[in-house]
């Protein structure tokens, strides 16, 4: 770890404790901690590992003067900070176990987890969760299996978009095509679907931010960045069908990739060696 420049020191003039799924209006004691630091520190930055397991806070900024709220240091989480995660933007934990840091903490929102051996690692940041999307079933030409969304600029489909009666499971998350202009040009309209979680080996992740930097990536397609030999159409098949061959890039996540830019395959279920999709 680096060293610690300045000092951290805890806070009762930061509001912690009433934040519940990005909601401060919903008044639960979470039981999270007010710091303030100065030169840099982070409360989280002390984060230690016993038997390989990771155990430390999770602290959302709050400012850029050094105001954090964090988990409470008696009751750490499987969670460490990463001082040397390359995040496009935020920060990074490097986490073991299922639950991610925005579990922890809910004034955090985070990008897909990466695999690295037995942990996960995430690019995170203090900022309220996406929303505003609204799903739009049979809308758009978006057919075989693939359902339609229309969501404001600068914004993309995510779980915490769905309504209370279905699933937001943490391993949920929508692959969508490569979006087209709605009617309203302040709107942008996509086709997803929803995959099964990645079989323990895969190491392709759904990368949309990066389909500008893939030849021919147009509207409609899928781009995926893969870290290991897999590819798209290996984790998630039979829905996904890459015909072109790779390109060096970097995944939304900051990570150095192989860069694919693929199809969906409408129909039933298929066989193989890959994940499989669950069917809408």
Request: hydrophobic share 25%.
């Amino acid at each position: 770890m680096p060293a610690r420049l300045g000092t951290c020191r805890t806070s009762s003039a930061l509001s912690c404790n009433t934040v519940l799924a990005g909601n401060a209006a919903a008044g639960v004691d979470l039981g999270l901690v007010g710091y303030s630091c100065t030169e840099g520190a982070r409360p989280d930055d002390n984060a230690t590992y016993v038997d390989g397991i990771p155990y430390g806070q999770i602290c959302a900024a709050q400012s850029s003067q050094g105001d954090y709220c964090c988990t409470p240091e008696s009751d750490p989480a499987n969670c460490a900070y990463n001082p040397i995660a390359i995040c496009p933007e935020g920060y990074g934990y490097q986490c073991w176990g299922a639950n991610r840091p925005e579990v922890n903490n809910p004034g955090l929102t985070c990008g897909n987890g990466v695999r690295e051996g037995q942990y996960i690692d995430y690019c995170c940041q203090a900022a309220p969760r996406p929303t505003g999307c609204t799903q739009a079933k049979g809308a758009y030409d978006c057919s075989g299996g693939l359902v339609g969304w229309v969501c404001p600029e600068g914004f993309r489909p995510r779980g915490e978009d769905f309504g209370a009666n279905e699933s937001r499971a943490d391993y949920y998350y929508f692959v969508c095509g490569v979006p087209t202009p709605a009617p309203n040009p302040a709107f942008k309209t996509y086709c997803c679907f929803s995959p099964s979680p990645v079989l323990p080996g895969g190491s392709c992740v759904y990368s949309p931010g990066a389909a500008k930097n893939i030849p021919n990536c147009s509207a409609g397609r899928f781009a995926f960045g893969c870290y290991g030999r897999d590819t798209p159409d290996q984790d998630y098949f039979p829905r996904i069908k890459c015909s072109e061959p790779p390109v060096d890039g970097v995944s939304d996540e900051g990570y150095p990739a192989k860069m694919y830019c693929c199809d969906y395959v409408p129909g039933g279920k298929g066989s193989g060696t890959g994940t499989g999709l669950d069917e809408p």
